[in-house]
Each structure stands twice: as C-alpha cells, then as structure tokens.
T-cell receptor
Framework: DAGVIQSPRHEVTEMGQEVTLRCKPI?????LFWYRQTMMRGLELLIY????????DSGMPEDRFSAKMPNASFSTLKIQPSEPRDSAVYFC????????????FGSGTRLTVV | QQPVQSPQAVILREGEDAVINCSSS?????VHWYRQKHGEAPVFLMI?????EQKGHEKISASFNEKKQQSSLYLTASQLSYSGTYFC???????????FGQGTRLTINP
C-alpha cells in the first residue's frame, strides 16, 4: 500500500498563475478530503468527496478554488488565479468512508505564491 | 464548531506523563486523535466511538466522555518519539467531515 500520494511536494508560483495540486487516494477508500494548513488557521477542510461525488465544498474559500474527482483514483485542486494569501500546505486525505475509520493523509503540497 | 484543545503546548522530560484535552460545544458522537511531526502529515492514532470508551496506541491512551462533550489523550512514560503536535478531530453533522482542534504541541526533552 503506497498510501495517499500527492504531487508536487513543493510549488512556488507567481501571483496570478494557475496552480494544480494532485492526489491519488488509497485504493478501496471511497472518501477523499482536501485540507489546507496554516499557522493562523490550522487545518481547514476545503472540500470532500464520497464515491467521486463532491459532498461539501463549503470550506472552499472563493471561486478561485475548484476541485474535481474524475475517478476513484485521482483528484485535483486548482487555484486560478493564485494569490499570496493562498500560501499554505495542502493535504489530501482518504478514508474508507465509515464513521469508525480514520483518515490517511498524503505528504502534502507546500504552496508558496510570491 | 471547532473543538478546543488544552493545553496549547507542553514541554516534558522523557519518561514523564501528559494529558491533552479536547472539548466541544456541541454533542459528541466520536473523536479522532492524530499526531503530526514537524514537516510531515498528520498520522491517525485512534478513534473513540462510545461514551466512556478508552483505547490505546503504544503507551498512548484516550478516553471519551459524551456527557462532558470532551475527550482526553494520555501519554504515559513519554518517549522522544512522542514529540509532535496532537490534534483531535470531531465529525460534523453526523458525517465524516472532520473539524480539527487547533493542536497541542508536545516537546519531549532527554
């Protein structure tokens, strides 16, 4: 089991550019979550999917953020256009989807927008 | 809706014990605990599902009191490897959507 795989590990981009973060969940996990972590706000849930369907995107900060899950093994989080305040570590996590299962987090993508 | 953790930070010597608390203003049905080491991802430790339930992971155990709407994490005879930030997470709206506390930074010194 390779765990949850995220790419890239680090991304530095200029303000206004489009950024795409990628995630491959653990096979057999039917729930996927995107979190953002900053010192000021801690771990914030942005959006989550069940069986590839977006269930709750109330944490997505603005229309500049969008997420997709075209199949059970791949998800993307896109920021367009990016702003310096988007700088954070973005984690993807997956779970079996039942209440008594924990989340497995990916290694995260450290995004810096300059 | 965010659970409140206390204390915010703890500094221990190796072998000492610590307790980390997690409280919610709303009814709790379950509590997750995670540990995050610096520069790494959070790692799942355990879930508590029932009132009064206790669980253990290594020398780390936890309790869950539904009536008091709180959970406590107990670290016994702490080891250097226990250093990190501990987060509790609670499901919102009876769903899998977890809201995490602000974290408790634990530092273990030799």
């Amino acid at each position: 089991d390779a765990g949850v795989i995220q790419s890239p590990r680090h991304e530095v981009t200029e303000m206004g550019q489009e950024v795409t973060l990628r995630c491959k969940p653990i096979s057999g996990h039917n729930s996927l979550f995107w979190y953002r972590q900053t010192m000021m706000r801690g771990l914030e849930l942005l959006i989550y999917f069940n069986n590839n369907v977006p269930i709750d995107d109330s944490g997505m900060p603005e229309d500049r953020f969008s997420a997709k899950m075209p199949n059970a093994s791949f998800s993307t989080l896109k920021i367009q256009p990016s702003e310096p305040r988007d700088s954070a570590v973005y984690f993807c996590a997956s779970s079996r989807g039942a209440a008594n299962y924990g989340y497995t987090f990916g290694s995260g993508t450290r995004l810096t927008v300059v | 809706q965010q659970p409140v953790q206390s204390p915010q930070a703890v500094i221990l010597r190796e072998g000492e014990d610590a307790v980390i608390n997690c409280s919610s203003s709303k009814a709790l049905y379950s509590v997750h605990w995670y540990r995050q080491k610096h520069g790494e991802a959070p790692v799942f430790l355990m879930i508590l599902l029932k009132g009064g339930e206790q669980k253990g992971h290594e020398k780390i155990s936890a309790s869950f009191n539904e009536k008091k709407q709180q959970s406590s994490l107990y670290l016994t005879a702490s080891q250097l490897s226990y250093s990190g930030t501990y987060f509790c997470g609670i499901p919102i709206q009876g769903a899998q959507k977890l809201v995490f506390g602000q974290g408790t930074r634990l530092t273990i010194n030799p």
